[in-house]
Structures are given as structure tokens and as C-alpha cells.
């Protein structure tokens, strides 16, 4: 068995972030028309080592995707000088069984979460948008900027927002060297949250809070926002104001409801409940359900994440790196 073992760098340089969103599109398309197998993702304790192993699993006919990402945390390996997060990708070959590919899985989430928060502001986030306000300056934050800026290359102004002001001036620094000839945006860091959402057309959370990070009554009308750091129940960054206000309310999966602090919160206080979310971006995508109406509606898009992304996006960078003749193949 030949297994072709690819890379961050191998990964960037074979799939652009158009062709990821494209990617996010056909598999939130497919998950939505029901034409895919995403069972939950299986969870192991591992105690003795203070750790946790999470299997991220599924199959989608139509993109050719079958596979599993495994992803794990171990709180102490910092101590060991190595990532917290591992996390590999598993591509198998669905005509065979065979396993097809190994990939670097923490590229591969940064690539495909950046991608579903392009894609739901590509569908929703009014089309001369101008300013960006990006909450949480993390590892996951270039992904979400590029993202945002490759479906709005229109925007002028980035600004970013972190707890740590530093974090947020570095990120506002690198953003500007990555970004120069390719985006016209400027990147601002601000130190208040009150700050970046004030004027912004576009807001996205990427961080690890367990409270809101933001006034949602500071969000001007028509603005478009992207809760995508609330991936657990404790977890949540989005303001009540905006989830029981909000004009309509989309989410990837509706693992969502389960998974996201910023919905089961106000379930549990009684002030929200599932009937109030307009439906899955897939739904958008498959012209079964409306996306923005108005230039006047606040739209709010959860995405915890899902498997589909995960075996459809690295099924596409499997096949390009193939093309391409990118990576090193393994025999078994
Ligand atoms: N939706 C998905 O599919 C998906 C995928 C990957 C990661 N995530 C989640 O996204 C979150 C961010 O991931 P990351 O890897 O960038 O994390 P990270 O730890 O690298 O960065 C988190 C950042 O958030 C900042 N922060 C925390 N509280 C804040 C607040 N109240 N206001 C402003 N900034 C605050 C921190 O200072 C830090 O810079 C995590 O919760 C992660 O699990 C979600």
C-alpha cells in the first residue's frame, strides 16, 4: 500500500484558500442534502497521561472522502517542548478501503475552519463590507482573516482585538507583511472589544473565552458575525443580546445545539431555543432556505466544526497533491 504523507508546507502549497472554501461549500452542500455519513466523534480518555483523544470520522460518496481525523489533547506535553494538540488526517481510498494519504491534521483544521467562516460570510455578510473586527489573535486567526478577506478583498480596515494587546499588535504586524500586494486591508490591533465591533460590518470570535467576548448591542444593523471559537458547552463568546436579537441565525451542523456554549447557555436560561435558528449553511447553499434578506439584518453563524469538512477539504488536497506531484509516498 502506497500512502502519500504530506505537510503544512506541502498542503499550502497545493490548495489555495478559494479552493478550500470551495471545498467547505460542496461538503456542507452534501451533509445538508443528507448525502453523507458524519456519526458523532468518539472521544477516549487517556488519565494516566492527562490526556484526550478525540476521532473525528465519516463518509461522503460524492466528494470520494472517507476518512478520520484524530486529534488529541495532552495538557502536558508543553512541558515536553512539544504541541498540546497533535492531530493527524487518515485519507483512505473509498473504492479500496486502502489508506490513501497522512496529513498534517492541525494545518487541516486551521485551513478548513478558516475556510466554513469565509464561506458563511461569502453568503451573508453584506457585499460592501468594509470593516472586519476579528476577536482572538490564536493560532486559528490567519486562516479566519484570510478567509474573510479572500471572499470580501474589498474590505479597508482589519481590526484586532485580543486580551493580550500584544498578541493582538503582533498579529496586526505579521497580517500586514503576509497580506501586502495581495489585500488592500490595513490591520489595526485595538484594545477594547468596543472598539473593533463598534463599526464593523464583519466580526468574527476565535478565541478560548467562557463569557461573551463583546456588547452585542454595539453591532450596528447589517453587520455579519461568526462565533467559531465556542466549540464545548462551557465555552462561549457570542452576547445574549446577539442570539436572541439577531435577525437570522445559521450554524454548520446542528451538532451546534449540543456542542456550542454560545447556544445551550441561553437554552438553559430559558431566553433561546433551537426554533429560532433559521437553518444549516448548507441549506443556504442548496437554495432550500434564505440567507440575507436586507442590508439591514444582523446574521450570526456558529460553526463547531464536523468531520465533513475535515475528509471532503483533505480529500481535495490529496488529489491536487497528486496531480501536482507533491509530497513523499510511503509503502507499507
Ligand atoms: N469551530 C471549529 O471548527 C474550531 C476549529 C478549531 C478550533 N476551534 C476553537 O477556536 C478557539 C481558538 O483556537 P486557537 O487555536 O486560535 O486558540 P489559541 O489558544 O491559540 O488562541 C486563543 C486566543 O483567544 C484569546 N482570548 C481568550 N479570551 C479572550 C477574550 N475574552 N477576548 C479576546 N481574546 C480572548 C487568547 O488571549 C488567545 O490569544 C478554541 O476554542 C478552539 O478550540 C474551533
Same mark, same amino acid.
Request: hydrophobic content about 40%; glycine content about 8%; aromatic content about 6%.
Given at each position: 500500500?502506497?500512502? &502519500?504523507?504530506?505537510?503544512?508546507?506541502?498542503?499550502?502549497?497545493?490548495?489555495?484558500?478559494?479552493?478550500a472554501?470551495?471545498?467547505?461549500?460542496?461538503?456542507?452542500?452534501?451533509?445538508?442534502?443528507?448525502?453523507?455519513?458524519?456519526?458523532?466523534?468518539?472521544?477516549?480518555?487517556?488519565?494516566?497521561?492527562?490526556?484526550?483523544s478525540?476521532?473525528?470520522?465519516?463518509?461522503?460518496?460524492?466528494?470520494?472522502?472517507?476518512?478520520?481525523?484524530?486529534?488529541?489533547?495532552?495538557?502536558?506535553?508543553?512541558?515536553?517542548?512539544i504541541?498540546?494538540?497533535?492531530?493527524?488526517?487518515v485519507?483512505?481510498?473509498?473504492?479500496?478501503?486502502?489508506?490513501?494519504?497522512?496529513?498534517?491534521?492541525?494545518?487541516?483544521?486551521?485551513v478548513?475552519?478558516?475556510?466554513?467562516?469565509?464561506?458563511?460570510?461569502?453568503?451573508?455578510?453584506?457585499?460592501?463590507?468594509?470593516?472586519?473586527?476579528v476577536?482572538?489573535?490564536?493560532g486559528?486567526?490567519?486562516?479566519?482573516? @484570510?478567509?474573510?478577506?479572500?471572499?470580501?478583498?474589498?474590505?479597508? &480596515?482589519?481590526?484586532?482585538y485580543?486580551?493580550?494587546?500584544?498578541?493582538?499588535?503582533?498579529?496586526?504586524?505579521?497580517?500586514?507583511?503576509?497580506?501586502?500586494?495581495?489585500?488592500?486591508?490595513?490591520?489595526?490591533?485595538?484594545?477594547?472589544?468596543?472598539?473593533?465591533?463598534?463599526?464593523?460590518?464583519?466580526?468574527?470570535?476565535?478565541?478560548?473565552?467562557?463569557?461573551?467576548?463583546?456588547? %452585542?448591542?454595539?453591532?450596528?444593523?447589517?453587520?455579519?458575525?461568526?462565533?467559531?471559537?465556542?466549540?464545548?458547552?462551557? &465555552?462561549?463568546?457570542i452576547?445574549?443580546?446577539?442570539?436572541?436579537?439577531?435577525?437570522?441565525?445559521?450554524?454548520?451542523?446542528?451538532?451546534?445545539?449540543? @456542542?456550542? %456554549?454560545?447556544?445551550?447557555?441561553?437554552?438553559?436560561?430559558?431566553?433561546?431555543?433551537?426554533?429560532?435558528?433559521?437553518?444549516? &449553511?448548507?441549506?443556504?447553499?442548496?437554495?432550500?432556505?434564505?440567507?440575507?434578506?436586507?442590508?439591514?439584518?444582523?446574521? *450570526? *453563524?456558529?460553526?463547531?466544526?464536523?468531520?465533513v469538512?475535515?475528509?471532503?477539504?483533505?480529500?481535495?488536497?490529496?488529489?491536487?497533491?497528486?496531480?501536482?506531484?507533491?509530497?513523499? *509516498?510511503i509503502?507499507?
Amino acid at each position: 500500500m502506497k500512502i &502519500l504523507v504530506l505537510n503544512e508546507k506541502d498542503m499550502r502549497a497545493v490548495l489555495t484558500m478559494e479552493e478550500a472554501i470551495n471545498a467547505d461549500k460542496d461538503a456542507l452542500s452534501i451533509y445538508s442534502a443528507g448525502e453523507s455519513n458524519i456519526p458523532l466523534r468518539a472521544n477516549l480518555d487517556v488519565p494516566e497521561h492527562n490526556g484526550q483523544s478525540l476521532y473525528m470520522y465519516g463518509y461522503a460518496a460524492k466528494a470520494n472522502a472517507l476518512g478520520v481525523k484524530i486529534v488529541s489533547t495532552y495538557p502536558d506535553n508543553i512541558d515536553k517542548g512539544i504541541p498540546s494538540v497533535p492531530a493527524t488526517m487518515v485519507l483512505l481510498n473509498s473504492e479500496t478501503g486502502e489508506t490513501s494519504s497522512f496529513m498534517d491534521g492541525t494545518y487541516l483544521t486551521r485551513v478548513r475552519t478558516g475556510a466554513v467562516a469565509g464561506l458563511a460570510t461569502d453568503y451573508l455578510a453584506r457585499k460592501d463590507s468594509k470593516i472586519f473586527a476579528v476577536i482572538g489573535t490564536g493560532g486559528q486567526a490567519p486562516g479566519q482573516i @484570510e478567509a474573510v478577506l479572500t471572499v470580501r478583498p474589498g474590505i479597508e &480596515l482589519v481590526k484586532v482585538y485580543d486580551l493580550n494587546t500584544e498578541r493582538a499588535k503582533d498579529m496586526a504586524a505579521q497580517m500586514t507583511e503576509l497580506f501586502k500586494g495581495r489585500f488592500a486591508a490595513k490591520f489595526e490591533a485595538v484594545t477594547t472589544s468596543a472598539d473593533a465591533v463598534k463599526d464593523a460590518d464583519i466580526i468574527t470570535t476565535i478565541t478560548v473565552a467562557k463569557d461573551p467576548v463583546f456588547d %452585542g448591542k454595539l453591532v450596528k444593523k447589517g453587520a455579519h458575525i461568526n462565533g467559531v471559537g465556542s466549540y464545548t458547552p462551557q &465555552l462561549s463568546e457570542i452576547d445574549e443580546y446577539i442570539i436572541t436579537h439577531a435577525d437570522k441565525i445559521y450554524m454548520d451542523t446542528p451538532d451546534a445545539l449540543e @456542542e456550542s %456554549g454560545d447556544f445551550i447557555k441561553p437554552i438553559n436560561k430559558g431566553i433561546f431555543s433551537a426554533d429560532r435558528i433559521t437553518g444549516e &449553511l448548507g441549506e443556504v447553499i442548496n437554495g432550500k432556505i434564505k440567507g440575507r434578506e436586507s442590508d439591514d439584518e444582523i446574521t *450570526f *453563524f456558529e460553526t463547531t466544526g464536523s468531520a465533513v469538512l475535515d475528509i471532503v477539504t483533505a480529500q481535495r488536497i490529496y488529489e491536487k497533491a497528486v496531480e501536482q506531484g507533491v509530497g513523499q *509516498f510511503i509503502e507499507l
